[in-house]
């Protein structure tokens, strides 16, 4: 059977077949195509690269793929006894990822924070027993690769006990948080993808339409991102590239918010800036 392809940019597969023409992700705004134009690569299953699992706190695992793929989002596995939940996959399907994850119990949902970090959801799936894929069912144009396994959802979603997902929109229409309410040791955690992207300082987070192009979000979409994790108990947050907030988050969500829209709608101003004439 041939195999499935992926963009070598962003890690998203597509469907076997015909070399794919452009990829739907990387030409949208909020992504790029390379300065050496469309690059593609053929999802292989014997492919070689290593997996480093850890684990940052009890219930979670992270895998780091060396050398990453795409993006190179973190993939964690959420462990709880009604099943593991697979966040944010690689475009990788090498057997070092897979043997780790079968290991590991059951996958009962692969999940994504947005189309930018899909990658391999769909193999991925059929090589862990069919788990069903989860996709916002606002950002169902931007499926690289339509199948079966992919299951919709709107707003909430319980994926097991204690263990949801909740849409927050903003870089992406569907764009989600997952929250583990028993993380953290019991005071909640999210896992944000670039929803909220967690900062270098590790004590607050931004919001971008396009990270990669610096297009911010309006006021109204980040207001609207706040308003849906407010309801949510969590004092960790999980970024996708490596920053943790570990502890505070929920007041550091609100005042990044509050900074955030200050500085797009000229309310707050550089101490060091000349007063206006």
């Given amino acids: 059977m041939t195999a499935a392809w992926t963009c070598v940019t962003c890690g998203n597969e597509y469907p076997p077949g015909p070399t794919p023409v452009a990829c739907l992700i990387c030409v949208d705004e909020r992504q790029y195509v390379p300065a050496e134009g469309q690059r593609w690569a053929q999802l292989d299953p014997g492919e070689t690269r290593s997996v480093a699992v850890r684990t940052p706190e009890p219930g979670l695992s992270e895998f780091a793929i060396d050398p990453a793929v795409g993006i190179g989002q973190r993939t964690f596995l959420v462990h709880t006894s009604a099943g593991n939940i697979l966040w944010e996959p ?9 043997e780790q994850l079968l290991a ?21 799936s059929r090589m862990l027993g069919g788990a069903p894929v989860y996709v916002n069912e606002f ?39 997952l929250h583990v309410a028993a993380g953290a040791d019991g005071r909640g955690l999210l896992l944000t993808g670039d929803t909220m992207m967690v900062g270098a300082d ?25 308003g849906a994790v407010e309801p949510l108990a969590f004092d960790r947050i999980y970024g996708a590239f490596g920053d943790v907030i570990d ?8 005042a990044s918010a509050e900074r955030y829209i200050g500085w797009v709608t000229d309310q707050i101003r550089d101490p060091d800036e000349p007063e206006p004439s």
Avoid: K, Q
């Fill in 104 to 124: 590991a119990g059951p996958v009962c949902a692969i999940v994504s924070s947005h189309p930018h970090l899909i990658g391999a959801s769909v193999s991925l």
């Fill in 139 to 177: 950002d169902r144009r931007w499926i690289t690769r339509p199948d079966p396994v992919i299951a919709f959802w709107r707003e909430t979603l319980e994926l097991t006990p204690g263990v949801r997902l909740r849409r927050c929109g903003g870089h992406f229409p569907g764009s989600c948080v």
């Fill in 202 to 226: 590790r004590a607050s987070v931004s919001f971008m339409r396009s990270y990669p192009n610096l297009i911010p979000l309006s006021p109204r979409l980040v207001r609207e991102i706040v």
């Fill in 90 to 98: 690689p475009g990788f399907i090498g057997s070092a990822l897979v």
């Fill in 247 to 254: 502890s505070g988050a929920s007041l550091a969500v609100c």
